[in-house]
């Protein structure tokens, strides 16, 4: 007696089997459950798991799992992740390169000069003055003798500037005081659009 098996809707077939070799390939797993059978006599395909003559056994295989397909629009996050990381060092050397080429390239006028280039009294004609002095030890900005706090100090000295028609910063501060203190009022005087910083340095120690 032959029979006949295909995988399920497959159009070919494997022929000449017989019954006791499709139990087999059922157990050896050649077969699924759900493969199709067609017997001696028989005009249709029944899956095996439906087939009174081999449902016994398939109801004994367990089912084969599911697949998982990959997909395929997942972010591979690790170049990603390097290319911020190579950014980030290059902004910290950047920006430790700037603050000290603002510190180099700040302009002084050192009061303990003999001969000063420039007079004080003469550069305030046509700049703001600026002090920053260590107070409990603290440095505090202040623009003409006024205190500003660091958050005010760029709209502060852009509306000094408009209003006392000066183009320029007066900057006298401690030599103790620490460069990010100095630092913000040329980034500020910076963003305000000022001509020049000239640093004026206190004759303390």
């Known amino acids: 007696m032959s029979w006949k098996v295909r995988h399920q809707g497959s159009p070919q077939a494997v022929e000449?089997?017989?019954?006791?070799?499709?139990?087999?390939?059922?157990?050896?797993?050649?077969?699924?459950?759900?493969?199709?059978?067609?017997?001696?006599?028989?005009?249709?395909?029944?899956?095996?798991?439906n087939h009174p003559l081999f449902a016994e056994v398939a109801a004994e295989i367990e089912?084969?799992?599911?697949?998982?397909?990959?997909?395929?629009?997942?972010?591979?996050?690790?170049?990603?992740?390097?290319?911020?990381?190579?950014?980030?060092?290059?902004?910290?050397?950047?920006?430790?390169?700037?603050?000290m080429q603002a510190r180099l390239d700040s302009p002084r006028l050192?009061?303990?000069?003999?001969?000063?280039?420039?007079?004080?009294?003469?550069?305030?004609?046509?700049?703001?003055?600026?002090?920053?002095?260590?107070?409990d030890g603290k440095a505090v900005t202040r623009i003409e003798n006024e205190v500003i706090s660091p958050e005010n100090l760029k709209a502060e000295i852009a509306y000094r500037s408009r209003a006392a028609k000066k183009?320029?910063?007066?900057?006298?501060a401690d030599r103790n005081v620490p460069f990010g203190a100095v630092a913000a009022v040329q980034d500020a005087a910076a963003g305000a659009h000022m001509g020049k910083v000239i640093r004026v340095l206190s004759k303390e120690p």
Do not use: C
């Open 16 to 49: 000449g089997l017989s019954a006791q070799e499709i139990l087999e390939g059922l157990a050896d797993e050649v077969w699924e459950p759900i493969d199709e059978v067609q017997g001696p006599g028989e005009t249709e395909w029944t899956a095996l798991e």
């Open 63 to 99: 089912p084969p799992p599911p697949r998982h397909e990959e997909d395929e629009a997942r972010l591979d996050m690790n170049p990603l992740i390097d290319v911020v990381l190579v950014l980030l060092v290059f902004f910290i050397l950047t920006t430790t390169y700037a603050a």
């Open 167 to 172: 183009t320029n910063i007066l900057l006298d």
């Open 110 to 135: 050192e009061i303990n000069d003999p001969k000063p280039a420039v007079a004080v009294d003469k550069v305030l004609e046509q700049a703001i003055l600026v002090t920053i002095r260590m107070e």
